[in-house]
């Protein structure tokens, strides 16, 4: 398909582009980034390469069967230009690579270490640099200064935000730096979501101030083995300490898990949120709205869960009347009575109400969206795409009793969905929150590739693609090449 082949040229491009990286000292390198970043990552583009099924052979990586099939499939041009950014990968150690986002901009920066070596790849590709403020730059966008390389929308940008950085680097922001004070994982970020938030447009139309998060940052660590993934995150406060979720959730209560679908592909559920964190996050909402939500958000009173399963009939798969999407609150009797009394008065005006012996049908008339069921059972008010039940034993109680947060994943490639696309291999995930600490886990179940190798796989694979269409869009084989 030329949509396939277009994204893994960009993919690959991209990726070849991050290689071009660095190691060494890497607390110089976040001398030069500002603490007030957005975000920080640290890359080990030698792990991101042999999970995607790289070899290094000597000073020079190799590819493995489903790149080089999908090196096959460039154009020529598009090849020389990928094998061009591998080669450059001997004149860099590519275990560290610094992306950072400042202000709304990104930056990537490193430690070249054989700067001479780069610079005249670079000039045989772009020709002579242009010299700014102590910079060799190329192509407007690429700086070398020493022995430090630069990604950036220009020099002036770069410029300013090292001026930034030499007052207020993340060296000196202890909850930046915990992230980053151990090695081993194929990469780690560090976010500030209080300035991540700051520029989001939503919460700016809804006048949150969430300033008071910005002493903080989220940590997300990820290591690559085989054909896994694993993350551990965290949360820590300005002076380097986790923060407890203790202090903002409760744990989980694992009954909810009989009002899920019978075979879920997804599901995640929290605990109930704290009253002292609720009244945080209500303060900053402005009066009238808050007057309107704040009696039925502190009617929860324990565990949301919610929970979606693949359609029983893979030809439904972009029917959204076929999926199988619950969510289930622990909830206030009476506010719940409430809210199905409203919903009951929602009859007429396109909307057909029936009232079940245990819940309330809500059909959509003309449009195309699922029947709507909506019950109260056993201290849950729960609304799903398909009858409320309270019987399923599709998920284990182990998974979610007693944790802060916790999700599953499930799509094996014995199951229906796997056999009627026939899935070469499945994908089973889950993550759990203890009370400082969220760990995490995805695994390609039966895949012999690494784990991004395995992505790329299921990307390329053009008898997987036939089997797709065939399944999902009812098309044959035979008009399969209109894909092409």
């Known amino acids: 398909m030329k949509t396939t082949r277009m994204l893994m040229a960009w993919l690959i491009t991209t990726l070849a582009v991050v290689t071009a990286a660095c190691s060494h000292k890497e607390s110089e390198i976040l001398e030069s980034i500002p603490a007030g970043s957005d975000m920080i990552a640290r890359i080990n ?33 598009d090849r020389l230009e990928f094998e061009k950014y591998i080669s450059a990968t001997q004149a860099i150690d590519a275990s560290n690579v610094f992306v950072y986002n400042y202000e709304g901009d990104m930056y990537l920066t490193c ?45 002036k940008h770069l410029t300013k935000v090292l001026e930034i950085a030499e007052k207020s680097p993340a060296t000196e922001s202890k909850s930046v730096m915990a992230t980053f004070a151990t090695d081993g994982s194929a990469m780690d970020i560090s976010l ?29 660590k990820t290591t690559l083995a085989k054909n896994t993934m694993k993350i551990e995150a965290a949360t820590y406060d300005e002076d380097g300490d986790k923060i407890p979720v203790g202090d903002l959730v409760t ?26 964190f609720m009244q945080a996050i209500l303060g900053d909402v402005p009066s009238m709205q808050r007057s309107i939500i704040e009696p039925y958000l502190m009617a929860v009173n324990g565990t949301f869960a919610i929970s979606a399963a693949l359609p029983d009939d893979v030809g439904r798969f972009t029917d959204p009347a076929a999926w199988g999407v619950t969510v289930a609150v622990a909830y206030d009797e009476s506010k719940a009575g409430e809210i199905l009394k409203m919903a009951a008065g929602l009859n007429g005006n396109g909307i057909i109400v029936s009232t079940l012996p245990d819940q309330l ?35 284990k109680p182990g998974n979610f009793d007693k944790y802060y947060a916790a999700g599953t994943l499930s799509i094996p490639a014995d199951g229906s969905f796997g056999k009627a696309v026939q899935l070469p291999f499945g994908v089973e995930g889950h993550m759990e929150c203890e009370n400082e600490v969220m760990y995490g886990f995805t695994e390609f179940t039966g895949s012999p590739y690494g784990f991004i190798e395995s992505i790329i796989s299921l990307v390329t694979d053009r008898t997987l693609q036939r089997h797709i269409v065939e399944a999902v869009a009812g098309s044959s084989a035979d008009d399969y090449t209109e894909w092409e």
């Not at 030698?46 to 190799?62: C, H, M, P, V």
């Not at 500030?192 to 700016?204: E, T, V």
Request: hydrophobic share 40%.
């Open 251 to 276: 744990p989980i209560d694992a009954s909810f898990i009989k009002f899920m679908p019978a075979h879920p592909a997804l599901t995640f559920a929290f605990g109930k949120v704290t009253d002292e």
């Open 361 to 395: 049908r809500l059909n959509f008339m003309g449009a195309n969206m699922p029947d709507l069921f909506i019950a109260y059972k056993e201290g849950y008010l729960v609304a799903s795409t398909r009858p409320v039940a309270g019987d399923h034993t599709g998920l």
């Open 45 to 77: 583009c030698e792990d991101i390469l042999e999970s995607a099924g790289f070899t290094r052979n000597g000073e020079k990586w190799e590819a493995g069967k489903v790149m080089s099939a999908l090196l096959d499939e460039l154009s020529s041009k």
């Open 111 to 155: 430690i070249l270490t054989h700067p001479d070596q780069l610079a005249a790849a670079l000039e045989a590709e772009f020709g002579q640099p242009e010299r700014s403020n102590s910079f060799k730059v190329y192509r407007e966008n690429i700086m070398i200064r020493d022995n430090r390389l630069w990604i950036a929308e220009d020099v």
């Open 192 to 220: 500030n979501p209080g300035k991540f938030f700051a520029r989001n447009p939503y919460m700016r139309a809804m006048g949150i101030d969430i300033k008071e998060l910005e002493n903080s940052h989220i940590s997300y």
